[in-house]
């Protein structure tokens, strides 16, 4: 199985959501650097599965770490009408929690593949949902990742 690592306390919060069976798959550089390999990504960014069964889990990490989110529960619990990205940006933690409504997330998780997260086993997203979620994107880094993934 192949072996990822991301930085800080990124384990640690990894550990918090898979103790309380908190759904979500990676995505982001560490998620292409799953499929190629030359790429360095430099935080961790989470797709989490929108339903008030997850925010509960969420919170209850959250409240095991002692975390107090800047955002409400109910972020999670119920699609918005557009995606949300939730920083966790903090000492301790470099990630970014999304939440994208035009996803189906079930379908997303059946084709995801499983990698270690340092000793975590972690769904990453498929590489046409990273190549779903990053064309039309001006962003250089956004850019240069589809052609990572292949699609030129």
């Not at 990822?4 to 990124?10: E, K, Y």
């Not at 550990?15 to 979500?24: D, I, P």
Request: without cysteine.
């Amino acid at each position: 199985m192949q072996q990822l690592f991301t930085f800080g306390g990124n384990d640690h919060l990894l550990q918090a959501l898979l103790a309380e069976s908190v759904r979500f798959l990676v995505v982001g550089g560490l998620a292409v650097k799953f499929y190629a390999a030359e790429r360095e990504a430099d935080d961790l960014d989470l797709l989490l599965e929108q339903s008030p069964e997850n925010a509960t889990r969420l919170f209850r990490a959250f409240a095991n770490m002692e975390i107090t989110p800047a955002f409400p529960q109910e972020a999670i619990a119920a699609p918005s009408e557009r995606p949300q990205h939730l920083p966790m940006k903090s000492t301790l933690h470099y990630a970014d929690l999304i939440t994208r409504p035009d996803i189906d997330f079930e379908a997303e998780w059946a084709n995801s593949q499983e990698a270690l997260v340092w000793q975590n086993r972690v769904r990453f997203a498929s590489r046409d949902l990273l190549l779903k979620l990053k064309r039309g994107s001006a962003r250089e880094k956004d850019v240069a990742d589809v052609a990572l993934l292949g699609d030129a």
